[in-house]
């Protein structure tokens, strides 16, 4: 049995130091059955401290910044440095998968995608341009079903190691076109700040494929979700959510809260987590967005769940219909209030002037024009 496992450990970020961590844990692993492709990013651990100022962040002994990629094979590692690179940009994530499946010629194959997560805002950021960007979801989609499609290749697994990846509206994304994604692998909610060990994670997957109850454990352990979110079982959760909206934009219903305080959302839930392999016992499973969405509805709207769907209608108060979605395949700058709230989620405990304190202290490091 051979297996492929492409590595995306995007460090060019706040969370540099728990990603390099990880690849190191990675350069140590060997088999003749596993073959690993590796895109590994690395920000400037003196930007790191400035983010994260109450920690005690160390030096590593290696400080090269960057971008390189790995192929290990039985613990021959080969390298090769990129330079500067955007890992938030959806043509590098395509390059690097491309690149990975084109010269393997494994039975099964795996993606993990490691990095910070904003839900449906997007997931992918990289902190070391002139503005802070992160990867669109749709984007973020697009780059793994052409990938696939151009090298004829398909993923058993994909695993998005990211905070905040376990909705329907990113599933839908994924897998709204095509049937080459057999599983998906996530969190519920947030994930462990210093990541999974890949080097179980990696042993666990032969016990995935023989339907073997060892990852099941696994996943409990690591609070995750497994789904097989098929196209035609994605269509069809999109279409119950459509109806469901309708009837209550007909009984009068304008927004979700009332909604949810009235009727309730649990046919939804039922309907979404059909999907589901396994979860564990405290999660509930695949979410949707059921909150009044503010001013994200103009990125939520791009997404193809909210296309000809009265569900977007609900959550965002805007009874316009949209009928169209634009790919740019380029990334998206990060707002400073996207900026803000990640400092909180990094710095607990901290209050707002202090979280802005140390923006000041970042958009005056980064030189950034935000």
Avoid at 176 to 182: A, G, L, S, V
Avoid at 201 to 220: A, C, G, P, Q
Wanted: charged share 25%; hydrophobic share 40%; proline share 2%.
């Amino acid at each position: 049995m051979s297996i492929c496992f492409l590595f995306y450990l995007d460090g060019n970020n706040e969370i540099e130091p728990e990603i390099y961590n990880a690849f190191e844990n990675l350069l140590r692993f060997k088999s003749k059955e596993v073959e690993l492709f590796i895109e590994v990013g690395r920000e400037n651990r003196e930007f790191i401290k400035v983010i994260r100022p109450f920690e005690n962040i160390h030096y590593d002994k290696n400080l090269w910044t960057g971008v390189r990629r790995y192929h290990i094979r039985d613990g021959y590692i080969e390298y090769f440095d990129l330079g500067k690179r955007n890992m938030a940009h959806p043509k590098e994530l395509y390059d690097f998968i491309c690149w990975g499946l084109k010269v393997c010629r494994a039975k099964y194959n795996a993606l993990v995608i490691a990095s910070h997560g904003f839900s449906f805002v997007g997931g992918i950021t990289d902190l070391t341009f002139d503005v802070p960007y992160v990867m669109p979801i749709e984007d973020m989609s697009y780059s793994i079903n052409k990938a696939l499609l151009d090298c004829r290749k398909g993923l058993d697994l994909l695993f998005l190691d990211m905070c905040y990846m376990n909705y329907i509206e990113i599933l839908y994304e994924i897998k709204k076109r095509y049937d080459n994604i057999n599983y998906i692998l996530t969190y519920y909610g947030e994930g462990d700040f210093g990541g999974i060990d890949y080097i179980s994670f990696i042993e666990n997957f032969y016990s995935l494929i023989e339907r073997n109850k060892d990852f099941l454990y696994f996943m409990e352990r690591d609070n995750l979700i497994l789904s097989r979110p098929t196209k035609s079982k994605v269509k069809d959760i999109k279409c119950f959510c459509n109806v469901f909206a309708e009837e209550c934009i007909l009984k009068g219903y304008n927004d979700i809260e009332a909604v949810k305080r009235d009727i309730g959302l649990l046919e939804v839930y039922k309907k979404i987590n059909n999907i589901v392999c396994f979860k564990s016992e405290n999660s509930r499973g695949v979410q949707i967005i059921d909150f009044y969405i503010d001013e994200l509805y103009r990125i939520y709207k791009n997404l193809a769940f909210s296309i000809n769907n009265k569900w977007f209608n609900l959550i965002s108060k805007d009874f316009e219909g949209y009928s169209t979605q634009n790919i740019n395949f380029l990334p998206k700058r990060l707002t400073k209030s996207a900026i803000l709230g990640l400092i909180l989620s990094l710095n607990g405990g901290i209050d707002i002037k202090e979280a802005t304190n140390i923006l000041n202290n970042v958009v005056k490091v980064k030189g950034w024009n935000i």
